[in-house]
């Protein structure tokens, strides 16, 4: 089952993964040095994952010569020579740059990819090893946040998820007219699958209305479906009650795309009494 830390956990795996993919496509740079390549993509990455703009720029330029004047890695980097002293002191201290001098002029050279991957990898266990006790600090404080907001349809698909790896059945109210295709595609693909493998199963109500019916019938993988008269027989917003004390409200509406995710057990009970109640008298 998915805690709070193992989301995290993969979440965090996830981005290493990235991480080492393009760290791999650089070693086809120190292999190939005037191999073409998506400007600026390989910069971006490493900017991502804690070089500045400049410390990327210059680590690329290195990198492709493999060992290169200190005057000559400013021009190829179109940056400042004085600028570029200060770099490579910078990144000298972080350990991906070296300097030798020959015939009293400064050379620079790069550190190979593969070590930084084993870096990288090595950062990655140190993460992982004292994260537990990060999330116990923030879920320990008498004034942690009882509310989170998110937007957009990744954060949609980030508050789904996190409720399929709750430790026990969960429950909620759905209109499968309202949703994006996209996240319709993303539940079926990656939601109901951790579901299935965690061996907890959903119970959605929703309004009866023939796109709800076609699906009560035709997606059944550890969720069940019931049906209710609701007045307006649409839901504008998805509801998921999971955990003990999680609310996840989701709205579909066009340019309201957006998910609240509350912390309270009182409130959490309320609706799950109000859930039952409805869940007994449904078809």
């Not at 650089?26 to 190939?32: A, P, Q, R």
């Amino acid at each position: 089952m998915l805690s709070a830390y193992s989301l995290m956990k993969c979440r965090f795996e996830y981005r290493l993964s990235i991480i080492v993919l393009y760290l791999q496509v650089l070693l086809s740079v120190e292999t190939f040095g005037n191999m073409l390549y998506n400007e600026g993509m390989f910069e971006k990455i490493l900017e991502q994952n804690g070089l500045n703009e400049k410390e990327a720029k210059l680590y690329i330029v290195v990198l492709e010569a493999g060992e290169i004047p200190l005057g000559r890695a400013a021009q190829k980097a179109k940056l400042k020579r004085s600028t570029v002293y200060s770099l490579v002191d910078v990144l000298k201290k972080k350990g991906i740059l070296s300097t030798l001098k020959k015939n009293g002029i400064v050379h620079v050279s790069a550190l190979s990819p593969r070590l930084l991957i084993e870096r990288f990898e090595h950062s990655a266990e140190q993460a992982k090893s004292v994260l537990p006790g990060l999330l116990d600090l923030a879920y320990a404080s008498p004034i942690k946040p009882r509310l989170r907001f998110y937007e957009g349809m990744d954060a949609l698909k980030q508050i789904l998820f996190e409720a399929s790896g709750s430790k026990e059945d969960y429950i909620g109210f759905i209109d499968y007219t309202l949703m994006p295709k996209e996240l319709y595609k993303y539940i079926t693909a990656k939601v109901a699958p951790q579901r299935k493998k965690n061996g907890i199963i959903l119970r959605l109500l929703m309004p009866r209305n023939k796109t709800n019916e076609l699906i009560k019938n035709e997606y059944t993988l550890n969720v069940a479906h019931r049906l209710v008269e609701f007045p307006s027989r649409k839901n504008h917003i998805e509801i998921l009650l999971y955990e003990k004390s999680k609310i996840g409200f989701l709205s579909f509406v066009k340019n309201e795309m957006f998910g609240v995710v509350l912390d309270s057990e009182a409130i959490h009970q309320t609706l799950k009494d109000l859930f039952f109640l409805i869940w007994e008298g449904a078809d």
